[in-house]
T-cell receptor, first 115, second 110 residues
């Protein structure tokens, strides 16, 4: 498809399990972002990729969170030993231009529920 | 102080009304400003960029006041389809991520 694709769209897991969330950005977009949104809250920045490198990973809440991007395309966000407070919608976005100039195109998100 | 602050609302207005939202930002080095729209349980989408001179897109007008560090969005002749959450977004120059406000919820009522 032409848009940002995320999978899974919904994930229910037990506390302590690891989860992987995938993002397939728009073809040709060099910048890729991960945000998360808890119920009724704003978007919380997690990490940003320019190509395969992550100039800014300041938003990752703990060392249980990691992300990688390969081939300048697909990105995976991994959460280890999930906790209930990790429950949120994880949104991926890509943009043609890095930094200030680019419009972000978001995927529909991966809704994570940790029981 | 949060980097981007918005009145969460909700703003409940009748169809045809004019409504305005403000957003304040704390970083005076901020360079670019946007309004995004997010429908219930959907992803955010760009509504419009905000330029220093102010800009208009149909019924929507965005303004920037750098001295007071706030951005505004004015919606004229509100439609039912305008019901959504409006997110104020700010970024600095260079390779920095966009910072989103928590959003202002608008409900346009028939």
């Amino acid at each position: 498809g032409a848009g940002v694709s995320q999978s899974p769209s919904n994930k229910v897991t037990e506390k302590g399990k690891d989860v992987e969330l995938r993002c397939d950005p728009i073809s040709g977009h060099t910048a890729l972002y991960w945000y998360r949104q808890s119920l009724g809250q704003g978007l919380e920045f997690l990490i940003y990729f320019q190509g395969n490198s992550a100039p800014d990973k300041s938003g990752l809440p703990s060392d249980r969170f990691s992300a990688e991007r390969t081939g300048g395309s697909v990105s995976t966000l991994t959460i280890q030993r999930t906790q209930q407070e990790d429950s949120a919608v994880y949104l991926c976005a890509s943009s043609l231009l890095a930094g200030a100039g680019g419009e972000l195109f978001f995927g529909e998100g991966s809704r994570l529920t940790v029981l | 102080r949060k980097e981007v602050e918005q009145d969460p609302g909700p703003f409940n207005v009748p169809e045809g009304a004019t409504v305005a939202f403000n957003c304040t930002y704390s970083n005076s080095a901020s360079q670019s400003f946007f309004w995004y729209r997010q429908d219930c349980r959907k992803e955010p989408k760009l509504l419009m960029s905000v330029y220093s001179s102010g800009n208009e897109d149909g019924r929507f007008t965005a303004q920037l006041n750098r001295a007071s560090q706030y951005i505004s969005l004015l919606i004229r002749d509100s439609k039912l389809s305008d019901s959504a959450t409006y997110l104020c977004v700010v970024t600095n120059s260079g390779n920095t991520p966009l910072v989103f406000g928590k959003g202002t919820r608008l409900s346009v009522i028939a």
